[in-house]
């Protein structure tokens, strides 16, 4: 099935719109499950192929889970880690997560190597680390990665970078059994910050999510219950930087502005007015923005590598010329080729894209090739003179729930086409 979405352009937006839970809360969220034999309702979960994917996971190893409007049930008591297979975690980015619980509960994992992705290398080598800190002895045989976690106890992490990933693997795995974890140089990221809240709520010790020092003793069980995870960051600030380019006013709710303000601080630079609500932003943009000098990501608070693409499509028509420096990913200049053919005037060089500011994109036939890179795409051709197809839009499923509905909601011409 090849599925398209066609916009025509130029059209102003206005109006409202609410965001679901986080991916990359609910993501790990469903992956902690794992630790606990009673059941678990997340609430406001977006109905996004990686969280199919994390779904699948759960069931393949003989958990339940159920999404039903909006609340995901898990159930995990008859899980069994033998029934992780190869093919399974080869496919699936997400599945790493599911390492640290596993060995929490069931001290032996044996999964496959994740592998890498559209936009680098991903390599989890401080995950890998981090268990082998916590006395966990670790093969790696054939694409295989083979933990016995018969010795498992606390230990001190010293992360040489603060990778979401493995902060949130590490945590997990320390959550079960004995011994006090220590998580030095640990990721800031709110959605850590989430994950504790998590882990405590179910009954977990964890401590200093939010700083770089994380401590998580470990306790014998997890109960169950249910939980509302935080709202999406990311997608909030993507329909932000699509008003933004195409003009107009909008108030975009569901994510805290806080968690935002780096997003915040460079579409108002770029001329955009913003007011920060209790539970989200709202927006007015004349369309015609200016160059933000310099743009560079960071981990948590600065500047999100996951809101890269779309600011860069963003001030492809803005006055003047923006220097967007990318530090995280090797590999997540790739739009750029496409957003050239909508007119843009982009060169990329290593990591640093400059970018001139052009009147007006044009729509043209692009395709996304990964997730905020399609994203970007999709906010572009809202904001440019005349019609666009997107093609690779499974890319963008992966974490907008239906984009065409949230961006038609805002009032652009855009539609999906399913062709078989
Ligand atoms: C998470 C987010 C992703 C976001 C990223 C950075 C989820 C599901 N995904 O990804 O959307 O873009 O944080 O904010 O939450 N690295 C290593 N070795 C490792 C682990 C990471 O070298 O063991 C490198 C990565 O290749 C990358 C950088 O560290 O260059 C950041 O990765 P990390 O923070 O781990 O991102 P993810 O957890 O994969």
Redesign the pocket.
Known sequence: MNEKLIISGGRRLEGELRVTAA??SV??LIACCIMSEEEIHIHNCPQIA?IFSMIDIIRAIGGSAELKNGTLSVNCKYANPQLVTADLTSSIR?SV?ILGPILARFHYADISYPGGCE???????????GLKCLGIKVTEYGGMIICDGDNKRGGVVELD??????T?NIMMAGTLGSGVTVIRNA?R?P?IVDLQNFINYLGGKVHGAGTGVITVEGVKSLGGGEYTPLGDR?AAATYLTAVGSAGGRAQITGAQPELMYAVLEKLKRAGCEITELNDGVRIVSSGKLHAVHKIETQ??PGY???MQPQITAMLAAADGTSFIVEN???NRFKYTAQLIKMGANIIVKDRVAVVKGVKKLSGALVAAEDLRGGAALVAAAIGADGDSVITGVRHIDRGYDKIENAFALLGADIKRVIEN
């Open positions: 991916k990359n993501l790990p990686d997400s997560f936009i680098g290398l991903r390599p989890i080598d401080l995950h890998i680390y970078f603060p990778s979401v990933g493995a949130e990721a990221e959605e990311i981990p948590f999100p590598t996951d995280m990913f090797e």
